[in-house]
Nanobody, 124 residues
Framework: VQLQASGGGLVQAGGSLRLSCASS????????MAWFRQRPGQEREFVAA???????PVYADTALGRFTISRANKNTVYLQMNSLSPEDTAVYYC???????????????????WGQGTLVTVSS
């Protein structure tokens, strides 16, 4: 399984970005896909996750109402981020796992596959 994250960059506070994660080497519809982030000096934290069908997205409290995770038929998962603030500055990682259950979707250690990360910088 290979994951390639992209779409990071520099944006002003209040702006938007859309991250993409292109995946290959697995049956996309059977894998949980997720986004995590690591802010400077902090541990990796959960942002959002989507089940294989895309019908049960889950979000961290910090993302709820501002971020949207979605899946495309081209084996790609997106993270639309709106109303960004400097606190959202982080390296964002996509992750995937084919054996995950909903109760573990927020746990980084539950994911077997990780992309390389894409840096999002939000200026004030």
């Amino acid at each position: 399984v290979q994951l390639q994250a992209s779409g990071g960059g520099l944006v002003q506070a209040g702006g938007s970005l859309r991250l993409s994660c292109a995946s290959s080497g697995h049956t996309f519809s059977r894998f949980y896909m997720a986004w995590f982030r690591q802010r400077p000096g902090q541990e990796r934290e959960f942002v959002a996750a989507s089940s294989g069908s895309g019908s049960r997205p889950v979000y961290a409290d910090t993302a709820l109402g501002r971020f949207t995770i979605s899946r495309a038929n081209k084996n790609t998962v997106y993270l639309q981020m709106n109303s960004l603030s400097p606190e959202d500055t982080a390296v964002y990682y996509c992750a995937a796992d084919g054996r995950l259950i909903l109760s573990s979707a927020r746990t980084a250690s539950a994911y077997d596959y990780w992309g390389q990360g894409t840096l999002v910088t939000v200026s004030s």
